[in-house]
């Protein structure tokens, strides 16, 4: 089945700096979606992206679908920032199971 | 808009209890519906899906069941709970469908520990 491989899998930052996390799947995809589980668990939806990119504020996603991966960046980091993000990207074309990564977890320094 | 509600928030319980974890979504009709677990620290796996009220589909070979006696209520029981049952618990639900994807939101999550 697909795999799906998220880097790097720990990043410390302090507060104001930018990163920029990827996501890597083994098969072609038609969705993906970005997700931060904030410290008490609740997974947010941050973007759901296919191809392309998109914006959302100091967010912003790139997935560039023909050579299997996706990027998400943080600017201007904030503490609030912190926590885990994961991609997840449904098993097959035509499928509605989503298969996530392991998650990279950010610790945003004050 | 649509919210997703998951009851209990947290969970304690011993080894051989049984156990319901409840989901409910409003806002939104015939919606697709899944069970996910997460392992401490790690990504989460899917446990059951639903398409439509009494269709449960199981992902894994498992101690746990999932029924669907309303359209927006998705249920997650065992008849025993066993320690490896432990873990973090996330309902999700996505617009309906039985052959295509689309984007899933979830629920808040049942912390479970078994004892």
């Known amino acids: 089945g697909i795999q799906v491989e998220q880097s790097p899998p720990d990043l410390i930052l302090q507060e104001g700096a930018n990163s920029t996390l990827r996501c890597n799947f083994s098969?072609?995809?038609?969705?993906l979606q970005w997700f931060h589980q904030n410290p008490w668990g609740q997974l947010i939806n941050l973007f759901y992206i296919p191809s392309g990119t998109k914006q959302n504020g100091r967010l912003s996603a790139t997935t560039v679908a023909t050579e299997r991966y996706s990027l998400l960046y943080i600017s201007s980091s904030q503490t609030t920032d912190s926590g885990v993000y994961f991609c997840?990207?449904?098993?097959?074309?035509?499928?509605?199971?989503?298969?996530f990564g392991s998650g990279t977890r950010l610790l945003v320094r004050p | 808009s649509q919210t997703i509600h998951q009851w209990p928030a947290t969970l304690v319980q011993p080894v051989g209890s049984p156990l319901s974890l409840e989901c409910t979504v409003e806002g939104t009709s015939n919606p697709n519906l899944y069970w996910y677990r997460q392992a401490a620290g790690r990504g989460l796996q899917l446990l059951f899906y639903?398409?439509?009220?009494?269709?449960i589909s199981s992902e894994v070979p498992q101690n746990l069941s999932a029924s669907r006696p309303q359209d927006r209520q998705f249920i997650l029981s065992s008849k025993k709970l066993l320690l490896s049952d432990s873990g973090f618990y996330l309902c999700?639900?996505?617009?309906?469908?039985?052959?295509?994807?689309?984007?899933?939101?979830f629920g808040p999550g049942t912390r479970l520990t078994v004892l």
């Open positions: 997840a990207v449904p098993r097959a074309l035509s499928s509605y199971k989503l298969i």
């Open positions: 999700a639900w996505s617009r309906g469908s039985a052959t295509s994807y689309n984007e899933q939101f």
């Open positions: 639903s398409v439509g009220i009494g269709q």
């Open positions: 098969d072609s995809v038609n969705n």
